[in-house]
């Protein structure tokens, strides 16, 4: 792969003139300290957070930190250095550590030199712009290979404005991100109540239907509460037309428009929508016995994702589809209780405080199928189920807009730092003056 000339990279002609243009090399020395106890704070690096505490990313206190026997030998990093995960820096997985600690052996960790501002380069390594020269300077057949090592990494130039405009910049990015991590902040806030709300809907309706005049019994069940004289209450295992199956465990394979597609949590994207990306197929021998039709019920039982439920829906008529092994399908007879309300009910507070019931904080949380199988459902007559599932539509389609919208809004302004980001460090505005704009409105 050749290697640019310093000055005829487009983009390091559109910065200002009195700027100086200088290889990475010249601005960053590659540090291979290494850990000899492995008790200091173990660092990670992604695209989405930069340089982060590996505890932090933790969901129990009790889970390992990392699944190493030992961290000794692990790298050695210091506040300000620059942590790059060489296997995604093509994808932005770099960033300045605001931490002491240590990282995997397989990152590359350097360290600023002379009268620079570490910050600066930190935002703009992490512009398009510079994840366009990164992937430029990578090796490998595809982007799961791609490496970009120390030595490409050093022959790409970039810009070397003055170190009290290296200042500015870094002041007015931070300045201005406050601001939108603030905004950023009261939105998702503004979603979990609407959320909340929404869920607030659904389990009222599944569990004391919607005629406010109509007699309660009690349940039986703590976590349920009374429901109406005339509903039944039946285990999930009765409401099936077979018994809950686990997936095919199988890693997948690359497009086969003759295979079963092979279905996992992580096709799932927002509203219960199939993503397009990363497919993975099964063969017909396998996929066969892990088929899925439409209304079909997931749940997930266990990592991050355990108690998590999802409606398959086919979006695609000319494909068949199959289903991974971390995932239990439930078929609803349709007769007892519909796919449609089933899925409602596991939105419930019912569903959820039923799952805290069965959790053992001790362990890891995990619900099998024979949790799963004794799961108390709601069984209302079918005729007012289906009423039930159009009032829960009509209710909760204004806050699905509503909440559409805010996500929406979140988008947008993640888009607009980082196109400021992208302006601000490549000279195109004039940071004494907006940071003192950015400032006295932050008062």
Same mark, same amino acid.
């Given at each position: 792969?050749?290697?640019? %000339?310093?000055?005829?990279?487009?983009?390091?002609?559109?910065?200002?003139?009195?700027?100086?243009?200088?290889?990475?090399?010249?601005?960053?020395?590659?540090?291979?300290?290494?850990?000899?106890?492995?008790?200091? /704070?173990? @660092?990670?690096?992604?695209?989405?957070?930069?340089?982060?505490?590996?505890?932090?990313?933790? !969901?129990?206190? %009790?889970?390992?930190?990392?699944?190493?026997?030992?961290?000794?030998? =692990?790298?050695?990093?210091?506040?300000?250095?620059?942590?790059?995960?060489?296997?995604?820096?093509?994808?932005?997985?770099?960033?300045?550590?605001?931490? &002491?600690?240590?990282?995997?052996?397989? =990152?590359?960790?350097?360290?600023?030199?002379?009268?620079?501002?570490?910050?600066?380069?930190?935002?703009?390594?992490?512009?398009?712009?510079?994840?366009?020269?990164?992937?430029?300077?990578?090796?490998?057949?595809? %982007?799961?290979?791609?490496? @970009?090592? *120390? %030595?490409?990494?050093?022959?790409?130039?970039?810009?070397?404005?003055?170190?009290?405009?290296?200042?500015?910049?870094?002041?007015?990015? #931070?300045?201005?991100?406050?601001?939108?991590?603030?905004?950023?902040?009261?939105?998702?806030?503004?979603?979990?109540?609407?959320?909340?709300?929404?869920?607030?809907?659904?389990?009222?309706?599944?569990?004391?239907?919607?005629?406010?005049?109509?007699?309660?019994?009690?349940?039986?069940?703590?976590? @349920?509460?009374?429901?109406? !004289?005339?509903?039944?209450?039946?285990?999930?295992?009765?409401? @099936?037309?077979?018994?809950?199956?686990?997936?095919?465990?199988?890693?997948?394979?690359?497009?086969?428009?003759?295979?079963?597609? =092979?279905?996992?949590?992580?096709?799932?994207?927002?509203?219960?929508?199939?993503?397009?990306?990363?497919?993975?197929?099964?063969?017909?021998?396998?996929?066969? &016995?892990?088929?899925?039709?439409?209304?079909?019920?997931?749940?997930?039982?266990?990592?991050?994702?355990?108690?998590?439920?999802?409606?398959?829906?086919?979006?695609?008529?000319?494909?068949?589809?199959?289903?991974?092994?971390?995932?239990?399908?439930?078929?609803?007879?349709?007769?007892?209780?519909?796919?449609?309300?089933?899925?409602? =009910?596991?939105? *419930?507070?019912?569903? /959820?405080?039923? #799952?805290?019931?069965?959790?053992?904080?001790?362990?890891?949380?995990?619900?099998?199928?024979?949790?799963?199988?004794?799961?108390?459902?709601?069984?209302?007559?079918? /005729?007012?189920?289906?009423?039930?599932?159009?009032?829960?539509?009509?209710?909760?389609?204004?806050?699905?807009?509503?909440?559409?919208?805010? &996500?929406?809004?979140?988008?947008?302004?993640?888009?607009?730092?980082?196109?400021?980001?992208?302006?601000?460090?490549?000279?195109?505005?004039?940071? #004494?003056?907006?940071?003192? #704009?950015?400032? &006295?409105?932050?008062?």
């Amino acid at each position: 792969m050749m290697v640019h %000339d310093i000055h005829t990279a487009t983009w390091l002609s559109t910065v200002p003139q009195h700027w100086k243009t200088l290889r990475i090399k010249n601005l960053f020395a590659e540090i291979d300290e290494r850990s000899e106890t492995g008790e200091e /704070e173990l @660092l990670s690096v992604s695209h989405y957070t930069g340089v982060t505490k590996k505890r932090d990313s933790l !969901e129990n206190e %009790d889970d390992f930190i990392s699944n190493a026997k030992t961290l000794v030998g =692990y790298k050695k990093v210091a506040e300000n250095d620059l942590v790059s995960n060489i296997m995604l820096a093509w994808n932005g997985s770099l960033g300045i550590s605001k931490y &002491e600690g240590i990282t995997s052996p397989a =990152y590359c960790v350097y360290r600023i030199k002379g009268d620079n501002n570490p910050h600066y380069y930190g935002y703009l390594f992490s512009t398009a712009i510079m994840k366009a020269e990164f992937r430029k300077k990578s090796f490998g057949i595809i %982007d799961s290979r791609l490496r @970009l090592y *120390s %030595d490409k990494f050093f022959s790409i130039p970039v810009t070397v404005p003055p170190k009290d405009e290296q200042d500015q910049i870094v002041n007015y990015i #931070k300045a201005k991100s406050k601001k939108i991590k603030h905004f950023i902040q009261k939105k998702q806030a503004f979603i979990e109540l609407l959320k909340e709300q929404r869920q607030a809907v659904i389990s009222k309706a599944v569990t004391k239907g919607i005629n406010p005049e109509v007699t309660l019994k009690e349940s039986g069940i703590k976590w @349920l509460g009374d429901i109406p !004289e005339h509903w039944g209450i039946r285990r999930l295992k009765f409401c @099936l037309e077979e018994k809950l199956k686990y997936g095919a465990n199988e890693s997948g394979f690359e497009y086969n428009p003759d295979w079963y597609r =092979y279905i996992r949590i992580t096709d799932f994207s927002k509203g219960g929508i199939l993503s397009e990306e990363n497919k993975l197929f099964l063969p017909v021998e396998i996929g066969k &016995e892990y088929e899925l039709k439409d209304g079909d019920i997931l749940f997930a039982r266990s990592g991050a994702t355990v108690g998590k439920t999802y409606q398959f829906k086919k979006q695609d008529d000319s494909e068949k589809y199959c289903y991974a092994g971390y995932l239990i399908k439930a078929t609803p007879d349709g007769e007892i209780v519909s796919s449609d309300f089933l899925m409602l =009910y596991s939105e *419930s507070l019912a569903f /959820e405080n039923w #799952k805290n019931s069965i959790f053992n904080k001790a362990t890891i949380e995990n619900i099998g199928a024979d949790k799963y199988s004794v799961l108390p459902i709601t069984i209302p007559p079918k /005729e007012e189920q289906a009423d039930i599932i159009q009032f829960i539509k009509a209710e909760t389609a204004k806050i699905d807009q509503t909440i559409a919208k805010a &996500e929406k809004e979140i988008e947008l302004i993640k888009e607009y730092r980082e196109a400021m980001i992208a302006e601000a460090v490549l000279g195109k505005l004039d940071v #004494k003056v907006h940071t003192k #704009k950015v400032l &006295e409105n932050a008062k």
